[in-house]
């Protein structure tokens, strides 16, 4: 019963996989989460020291954002996949160096990877371009 069912969640899944531009939100996200992770400070230095210590949260958050709507809005991924990575390399500035370059990097490999997605072509299908 249990393997019947890990079964069909596993089929959910990979039909899931294949139909949204998955690796690349998926790395967005993780370079969004270490951009955040590295900005984290006590709230009441943010709030303090104003827009320069919010600003690494605002990227962060962004970045993280723009790898999660693709997977729920396919349609919309190159849009999110610019506004990504655009978020990514201003981390460099705003976040202690991009996250130290790792969440910068990530950001924009998941970026390119998320605009550069497309639907899978049946495989009759023919190139109109």
């Known amino acids: ?27 967005l996200v993780l370079g969004g989460w270490t951009v955040l992770k590295f900005s984290l400070g006590a709230i009441q230095l943010v709030t303090v020291t104003g827009f320069n210590a919010l600003a690494g949260y605002l990227v962060g958050g962004g970045m993280m954002l723009c790898g999660l709507i693709p997977l729920a809005a396919p349609g919309q991924r190159v849009t999110f996949g610019l506004i990504g990575t655009v978020l990514a390399v201003v981390s460099l500035v705003v976040s202690n160096l991009g996250g130290f370059l790792a969440g910068m990097l990530l950001g924009i490999l998941g970026g390119a990877m998320t605009a550069g997605w497309g639907p899978k072509r049946k495989s009759g299908a023919r190139r109109t371009s």
């Open 1 to 27: 019963m249990l393997t019947a069912r890990a079964a069909a969640g596993r089929r959910w899944f990979r039909a899931f996989r294949r139909t949204r531009p998955f690796w690349g939100g998926l790395w």
